[in-house]
């Protein structure tokens, strides 16, 4: 417990950035709907965030509406389609996917190939396929009502908590088993179904899924989040939870937590700091945090900073990482971001507990 109080303070004082979907919803403050087909954010995007909201508001090169109105990713006017393509290329001394620290090569990492399809059945009624180079990884029917502000999703899909990183390697995720790294069998992807109250104001999100495949019982989570505003300064504030029925006994994994974050005029700041219960006895803290600075149009300054400790009643070691690097969109559709990360573990795991890495991104979306 002796570094868990300094631990929370960095948490605090610290940040990291990157170049992810919630720090929209913080500095808009709205519903992650406007721009996406899940009503929390992430995935396929609207014909508004696909066709307007790039050159709009995000790239250095600007384009007026009649331009924009020619970019239409429409079969026909019930068929939309997509696609995310998110390359990584790696230099120096990395963190692999099982908590240790391995010397890198020069590497270069296909994070995310996605296509995706959305076909309006009604005006109230979509169906939404996203499919990757692993088969179909999100294949969900969303059924809105009044006005669009309740929702319900059922099939497959990412469920909902805390802030949706599209980073799927930040801690908030990856120690907490939603980060697509952990491979199959893990929660980045669940089947059940999901519900949700979405105002101006609030969030509220609850879901029933099989939870953690070849367990006997299902998994409940739910997430509420309220928006702040007042002139320039906008404020998220929220909580949320899952807990897993793995049978036998009566023993289910659990993590919850607090996500928030703030946006006044170019700097945003996010939030996440979870407490995690895999094993009967045994709390562990993980938590992430973004701060995004907006040079000028196009441009942005980021970095993060993450800790993960697995048992804080024990002295069994920590991990934290920390990065630094920009976001460049010089038009519509198109991000690169370099950066630059450390990473330091007091875990005993094999490996060395010290890296370095340079890293670029590149991704392309529609």
């Known amino acids: ?60 090169e600007a384009k007026d509406f009649a331009e924009i109105q020619e970019i239409l990713p429409q079969a026909d006017d019930a068929l939309q389609y997509g696609f995310d393509l998110r390359g990584l290329y790696a230099l120096g001394h990395g963190y692999d996917d099982d ?29 939404v396929v996203d499919v990757s180079n692993n088969g179909i990884e999100e294949a969900f029917a969303n059924f809105s009502m009044k006005n669009g ?9 990412r469920t909902t908590y ?10 908030a995720r990856k120690y907490l088993d939603y980060g697509s790294d952990r491979g199959p069998g893990w929660r980045a992807y ?7 109250l979405y105002t101006d104001r609030w969030d509220v999100t609850v879901g029933l899924t099989n939870g953690i495949p070849g367990s006997n019982g299902n998994a409940v989570s739910a997430r509420v989040a309220r928006r702040f505003g007042r002139n320039t300064f906008t404020a998220t504030l929220g909580l949320s939870g899952r807990s897993d029925d793995l049978g036998g006994g009566g023993y289910s994994a ?30 562990g803290l993980v938590a992430t945090q973004q701060l995004r600075y907006m040079i000028m149009r196009g441009i942005y300054a980021h970095g993060w900073y993450e ?11 920590y991990i934290w990482r920390a990065r630094l690097g920009m976001d ?39």
């Open 1 to 60: 417990m002796k570094r868990v109080v300094p631990a929370l303070l960095a948490i605090l004082l610290l940040a990291s950035f990157a170049h992810a979907l919630p720090e929209y919803q913080v500095k808009y403050n709205q519903t992650c709907a406007l721009c996406h087909h899940n009503p929390t954010g992430g995935g396929m995007r609207t014909l508004y965030g696909a066709q307007f909201f790039s050159y709009s508001d995000l790239a250095m």
């Open 99 to 127: 908590e240790n620290m391995q010397t890198r090569g020069n590497e270069f990492v296909m994070m995310q190939s996605d296509i995706y399809f959305a076909y309006s059945l009604t005006d109230a009624t979509s169906a």
């Open 149 to 157: 502000k309740i929702r319900v999703r059922a099939g497959k899909f």
């Open 162 to 171: 805390g802030w949706g990183w599209v980073d799927h390697t930040v801690f």
């Open 190 to 196: 669940d089947t059940g179904v999901e519900g949700g």
């Open 254 to 283: 659990r993590h919850y937590g607090a996500f928030y974050g703030f946006n006044l005029g170019p700097v945003t700041f996010l939030g996440e700091t979870n407490l995690r219960e895999e094993v009967e006895d045994i709390q």
């Open 307 to 317: 800790y993960y400790d697995p048992d804080m009643d024990t002295e069994s070691g």
């Open 328 to 366: 460049i969109i010089p038009r519509g559709y198109i991000s690169i971001s370099p950066m630059y990360q450390w990473a330091h573990s007091e875990l005993n795991y094999p490996g060395s507990d010290e890296s370095g890495q340079f890293l670029l991104q590149l991704h392309l979306w529609l």
